[in-house]
T-cell receptor
Framework: DADVTQTPRNRITKTGKRIMLECSQT?????MYWYRQDPGLGLRLIYY???????NKGEISDGYSVSRQAQAKFSLSLESAIPNQTALYFC???????????????FGPGTRLTVL | TQLLKQSPQFLSIQEGENLTVYCNSS?????LQWYRQEPGEGPVLLVT???GGEVKKLKRLTFQFGDARKDSSLHITAAQPGDTGLYLC????????????WGLGTSLAVNP
């Protein structure tokens, strides 16, 4: 079974609709992240959470909100979806390393969201 | 402004050829990671380099971190179709709360 799962895998919705993307992990990691990936723009961080009580905005948080329901669950919501939120969305987890190494991030399979 | 620039953006080669992709910056990074992403999947970590001048090998893949820790390269020897994918570099900077800065990626296609 996959360590990081995302639901749904694909979603088509209309402008103005509320959408929730869900992420679950069995890796036991405290740190979780939401990214979006767009052609020509790469991976951009939306929100990240270092534990259940610690949630932080990333570089493109406008129009998004998150909820960390438990260590294993981190949800991303689009309160009122718009077409330029059409993208591939990834959830990731990590565990902090000592020293100068960056955390290894473990990604889910992604959710392809289309907003019409 | 893209802090980490990857080149080339696209690369299409024949099986058996060698190739090098680059990840360059004007900023210093405390460490740099390379990930590979296959279609329909999320990125998967290949390697982390930490020390300036460090060279790491993973089978036919050789990773190098620049002496000044501002750039990195990935060299693939005798490429195979299974190497096809998007190669992403990501850097960590001191004091950035361990958030990664991502390059845009190099899309590699290895044709049989």
């Amino acid at each position: 079974d996959a360590d990081v799962t995302q639901t749904p895998r694909n979603r088509i919705t209309k402008t103005g609709k509320r959408i929730m993307l869900e992420c679950s992990q069995t890796k036991g990691h405290d740190r979780m992240y939401w990214y979006r990936q767009d052609p020509g723009l790469g991976l951009r961080l939306i929100y990240y959470s270092f534990d259940v009580k610690d949630i932080n905005k990333g570089e493109i948080s406008d129009g998004y909100s998150v909820s960390r329901q438990a260590q294993a669950k981190f949800s991303l919501s689009l309160e009122s979806a718009i077409p330029n939120q059409t993208a591939l969305y990834f959830c990731a987890t990590s565990e902090p390393k000592t020293g100068g190494d960056a955390d290894e991030q473990f990604f889910g399979p992604g959710t392809r969201l289309t907003v019409l | 402004t893209q802090l980490l620039k990857q080149s080339p953006q696209f690369l299409s080669i024949q099986e058996g050829e060698n190739l090098t992709v680059y990840c360059n910056s004007s900023s210093v990074f405390s460490s740099l990671q390379w990930y590979r992403q296959e279609p329909g999947e999320g990125p998967v970590l290949l390697v982390t380099v930490v020390t300036g001048g460090e060279v790491k090998k993973l089978k036919r893949l050789t990773f190098q971190f620049g002496d000044a820790r501002k750039d990195s390269s990935l060299h693939i020897t005798a490429a195979q179709p299974g190497d096809t994918g998007l190669y992403l570099c990501a850097g960590a900077r001191a004091g950035n709360n361990r958030k990664l800065i991502w390059g845009l990626g190099t899309s590699l296609a290895v044709n049989p």
